[in-house]
């Protein structure tokens, strides 16, 4: 089993008011499924705005591992390095 890594998490603007306003968290966890089970622990209304209520990643929000999709890669099972940073995105649209 990989060993849990320290990671950055990039918190958007309008994510933020669930995290008293921080813009980037600190957290140790050896894939996004860790991560987000950690934010679940540490910010729970933060992981309410990224994960529905069965732990799936919520549609219009994507995860992005420095500079990959998670679904590109093993999705959930994704794994994290030391430094690596996960970037919230929620989806925009607009006309």
Known sequence: MKRAAQITVF????????????????????NVRAAL???ER????LHRSVCDETGAVRRHINLFVNEQHMRDCNGLDTPLSSGDTVVILPAVSGG
């Open 11 to 30: 918190v958007p603007g309008p994510l933020r008011e669930c995290c008293a306003g921080a813009a980037e968290l600190s957290l140790t966890a050896a």
């Open 37 to 39: 089970a950690e934010l």
């Open 42 to 45: 540490t910010r729970p209304a």
